[in-house]
């Protein structure tokens, strides 16, 4: 009887096993709903940090000279000692992830004119990356391109996508070892007179910088110094054999604008770089860029193809246009004053906005905030603006004198569209530099003593992470819907939605520290429990209201999950 009954106790347990897998299979099921519903790296809402290569962080403790770069420059006119190394030893440390960034952008990498020149503000070498002597190598003062792979692994390791700055319009300026391109690729007169579209187009950007032919369908033949350069190098049979594929892949011309879209795009294909910032856009035909953004495509696709196991997500490669002035007023439209053009018609998903600083400082928060919501969601719906304060080029910064840095933050961080963070931006890096002349000023070494020692730079940056961690958990800050709840106190919200996922926040602004009452709108629910991400403490949602005691001057609400 004992007997029967252990067999029949077994025998349940043997039927009883598909009832009890199924119970685990289903509960599994919420495991992967919530998976399916993880906030995606929305490229409208980016958190992305603008460095100079040259002048944020020196990973080679050796300092080394290269390519016989030994003349006396300006002031911070030469090269400083940053590089690739750097940029990898801070993703090492965690600095972009504790600032909440997702994408960095530097500038170009590629090899520079070996010589310096003088353009007025005194002898410069290229350390800012924009005069191209070879597209195809990088320059020894910045790394190699083991460096740059290494760069690209760690940073997609941690979900930052890293992008690069891309020159098609200019080669760099001529000197006594850098020899002028030969004239059926470039033009060296006549210089730009900006007031209209062709001599905005057909010349060159200053004195003394050739002007790659762009508009030319002419075929043409590689510069006798180039060849030379990759004989001696050892990689002239590679080389030609790689552009033979290019050139009958595409059917394209052997004209100039191709061998740089070439060059440019196997940086994608080898590295699987995830953007690109395209300079000196509006002085090149719009129709190059549409042919650049094809190339960027098909290269990203083959990167994703070849490194399956590599690839972060679905996003299609992103590029951004630097079209000097274009502001978000103009929606989609740049105005040439006798054309206009419409760069996100041609390869762009985003454009640079040089008018958010003027908006920063003229317009209060409401203002600014619903501006931007009306046009990113209007005329610009489906594309997206890089908003900034201070830049490497840009000589009326927001805040010159760091004296607004907390505000900056607010300004920055919390608008809609892209942020981007220049370098130091966050740390009150100076730029007023005595001593230096023109743009040199905006491009001192970051200053890493100061976040090592100074308490009020840990102060300010302590701010920037806060808002920045809680912009990059919330593509609905960037990418979504603003709407204000209340004029005083000052609240608004921001709601994203894509497919499943929905994402929205309550952000308060100018409170005073302390206990503090605020209204949450339809965005919780009463009962809810939310969070306060700038404080960490959390209170529960009673009567469409919500308080809260911190020693803080604004509130970042989120639900507490």
Wanted: charged share 25%; hydrophobic share 35%.
């Amino acid at each position: 009887m004992i007997i029967k009954k252990i067999t029949l106790f077994f025998i349940g347990l043997i039927l009883l096993q598909p009832a009890m897998n199924s119970a685990q299979t289903q509960k599994k099921k919420p495991t992967k709903k919530i998976a399916q519903t993880k906030m995606p790296f929305v490229w409208e809402g980016a958190n992305l940090y603008f460095l100079m290569t040259d002048r944020f962080c020196n990973g080679n403790p050796k300092k080394e000279i290269y390519l016989n770069r030994t003349k006396s420059t300006a002031k911070l006119r030469g090269f400083e000692g940053g590089n690739l190394r750097g940029i990898i030893q801070k993703l090492d440390e965690g600095y972009f992830e504790k600032l909440g960034i997702n994408a960095i952008w530097f500038t170009p990498i590629v090899e520079q004119i070996h010589d310096g020149v003088d353009e007025g503000t005194g002898l410069t070498y290229g350390f800012h990356g924009y005069w191209t002597r070879d597209w195809t190598a990088l320059d020894p003062n910045f790394g190699t391109k083991k460096d740059l792979a290494e760069l690209v692994k760690k940073a997609h390791a941690k979900g930052i996508r890293i992008m690069l700055d891309g020159v098609i319009n200019h080669t760099g300026p001529v000197t006594e070892v850098d020899t002028v391109w030969p004239s059926d690729w470039v033009r060296t007169g006549p210089q730009c007179k900006y007031d209209n579209y062709e001599n905005t187009t057909a010349c060159t950007l200053v004195k003394n910088l050739p002007d790659v032919l762009t508009e030319s369908n002419q075929p043409v033949e590689l510069p006798a110094f180039l060849v030379e350069k990759w004989k001696n190098e050892g990689r002239y049979n590679q080389e030609m054999a790689s552009l033979d594929a290019f050139f009958k892949r595409t059917g394209y011309p052997r004209a100039p604008r191709y061998y740089i879209i070439k060059w440019l795009t196997d940086y994608i294909a080898e590295f699987g770089i995830d953007g690109y910032r395209a300079d000196t856009v509006k002085h090149v035909g719009e129709a190059v860029w549409s042919d650049f953004k094809t190339q960027c495509d098909y290269a990203f696709a083959l990167w994703k193809k070849n490194n399956p196991t590599k690839v972060l997500d679905n996003n299609s490669f992103y590029t951004i246009a630097e079209v000097y002035n274009y502001g978000i007023s103009g929606g989609q439209d740049f105005d040439f004053g006798d054309q206009k053009v419409n760069y996100f018609k041609h390869g762009f998903n985003s454009l640079i906005n040089f008018e958010f600083k003027w908006n920063a400082a003229q317009l209060g928060y409401e203002a600014m905030f619903s501006k931007y919501n009306q046009q990113l969601q209007g005329p610009l719906k489906g594309y997206s603006v890089l908003n900034y304060l201070s830049s490497h080029d840009d000589g009326k910064p927001f805040d010159a004198d760091r004296k607004k840095t907390y505000e900056s933050a607010n300004r920055l961080l919390l608008s809609p569209g892209i942020a981007q963070i220049y370098y130091g931006d966050e740390t009150a890096r100076s730029l007023v530099v005595p001593g230096t002349e023109g743009d040199a000023t905006l491009r001192s070494f970051m200053n890493w003593d100061d976040v090592a020692s100074n308490p009020d730079t840990k102060k300010i940056l302590n701010h920037w992470q806060k808002l920045g961690q809680f912009r990059k958990k919330h593509a609905s800050v960037g990418a979504g819907v603003h709407e204000q709840i209340s004029e005083k106190p000052y609240v608004f919200s921001r709601t994203y939605s894509l497919g499943k996922i929905q994402d929205k926040v309550v952000i308060a602004l100018e409170l005073k520290p302390g206990e503090k009452e605020i209204p949450t709108g339809k965005i919780f629910k009463n009962g809810t429990l939310v969070k306060d991400a700038y404080s960490g403490k959390t209170a529960m949602v009673k009567n469409g209201k919500i308080k809260f005691n911190t020693e803080f001057d604004l509130l970042l609400l989120e639900a507490q999950k």
